[in-house]
């Protein structure tokens, strides 16, 4: 069983920056991929970026690429999300999962409760 807790959100201004932290409980977690995803007000819950369990292979939104990075730290059981020159568009609740395998997806069985990102312009 691992849980996941999301910290680190807030309101930034347009071309501003976060970081968010998810940090896990189980021993297991750094043997899991991880990611991000987020939601929007009334749209689907979308893929942000992944990390493998590793931390060697990483995987991003085109959205984001460029201006995100998703790294991770299995001593310390945390994932984290630098996000670097923030739009509005990217307001939403981001969302934290881990699974075992290659890739989280939005079938991965663990998910953290979310924190919210608000971007101003």
């Known amino acids: 069983q691992v849980q996941l807790v999301e910290s680190g959100g807030g309101l930034v201004q347009a071309g501003g920056s976060l970081r968010l932290s998810c940090a896990a409980s189980?021993?297991?977690?750094?043997?899991?991929?991880a990611g991000w995803f987020r939601q929007a007000p009334g749209k689907e819950r979308a893929f942000v970026a992944a990390?493998?369990?590793?931390?060697?292979?990483?995987y991003y939104a085109d959205s984001v690429k460029g201006r995100f990075t998703i790294s991770r730290d299995n001593a310390k059981n945390t994932v984290y999300l630098q996000m670097n020159s923030l739009k509005p568009e990217d307001t939403a609740v981001y969302y934290c999962?881990?699974?075992?395998?290659?890739?989280?997806?939005?079938?991965?069985?663990?998910w953290g409760q979310g924190t919210q990102v608000t971007v101003s312009s």
């Open positions: 999962a881990a699974d075992q395998g290659r890739i989280v997806t939005t079938s991965s069985r663990y």
């Open positions: 990390i493998n369990w590793s931390g060697r292979s990483t």
């Open positions: 189980g021993r297991t977690f750094s043997s899991y991929a």
